[in-house]
């Protein structure tokens, strides 16, 4: 059993039904596509670097084809639909499974981390019900990846964290 099998394990202990051989694809280097029946899902990361050049992951999912998305005439400008597009892809889509669909999320969260060390992750969520999902993410299952501690600082400029802002340092 190698090291991430391990880790896979621990996580399994906190009932996530993570999945080490998740099928997903990447595509555009830090993007990641994974399908739940007909829905098709991106998890991305962007990374940016604290003045001392630590990397910084910044971790974001959504729904690429909800079947509640909205219709351009239903808008009168482009970027109310834009606006509109963006609010159908994130958040509670009220689609499926959260469960499910979250547990993927973290069974190729987990592989990224655990391949890419980042020194810092960032998560955001905008909804309460998102929140407890990430900070049970982030207590129970990140911290088993190397070694992760909850700051709350945000480490590019040393603001307080904001409630909804989850950041995780490398100890």
Known sequence: MNELDEIYDQIKKEGINIDPDIDYETLAGSTFEFKDGNKIYHLEYTVSLTDDQKRIFDFKFKLMNNPKMPKRINFKTDQQFQIALKKSQIGITGTGNAKKIFDKVISVTVKIVYEKKPEYINFQA??????????????????????????????????????????????
């Open 126 to 171: 905008d909804e309460e019900n998102r929140q407890k999902l990430y900070k049970f993410l982030i207590k129970d299952v990140i911290k088993k990846i190397d070694g992760y501690k909850l700051i709350n600082v945000n480490p590019l400029n040393n603001d307080k964290v904001v409630d909804g802002d989850f950041w995780l340092e490398k100890i």
